[in-house]
């Protein structure tokens, strides 16, 4: 990551996004995990900013990545009125989340397997002769 204004996803970053993508995961969840991976804490308009997202993509990134249990939010008041900022931080880094992904492809892998195991059983027994 480059430090301009803020930071940026450079190509190295930008080639683990597309592998993850390829895998399977949605390119903006992917750039959003990249992108805070690679900072202490962040506000969605930092990741908007560093990671080239419009704000809904981040609100959904963010989103899933809570429900995954990789990333936690926590609100900072602003004086006066007006919504709180809310500010991301990863729960565990990112060689812990990549092993997550990879059990988690690895069991798609094997239902897959196991799928088309009985499904080749089931042709191979229909077109058997009687």
Request: hydrophobic residues 35%; glycine residues 4%; aromatic residues 4%.
């Amino acid at each position: 990551m480059k430090r301009k204004r803020s930071f940026v996803l450079d190509d190295k970053d930008q080639k683990a996004v597309q592998l993850f993508s390829d895998l399977g995961m949605p390119k903006n969840l992917a750039k959003t995990l990249i992108y805070i991976s690679q900072v202490e804490e962040c506000r969605s308009a930092d990741v908007e900013q560093g990671a080239d997202l419009r704000q809904p993509e981040v609100s959904v990134a963010m989103q899933e990545l809570r429900r995954r249990g990789w990333a936690k939010k926590r609100d900072i008041k602003k004086k006066g009125k007006g919504r709180p900022v809310h500010i991301y931080k990863l729960t565990s880094d990112l060689p812990t989340i990549l092993k997550s992904f990879e059990e988690e492809k690895m069991k798609e892998v094997t239902t897959i397997k196991n799928d088309l195991a009985e499904l080749n059983t089931l042709i191979i027994k229909r077109d058997e002769p009687k």
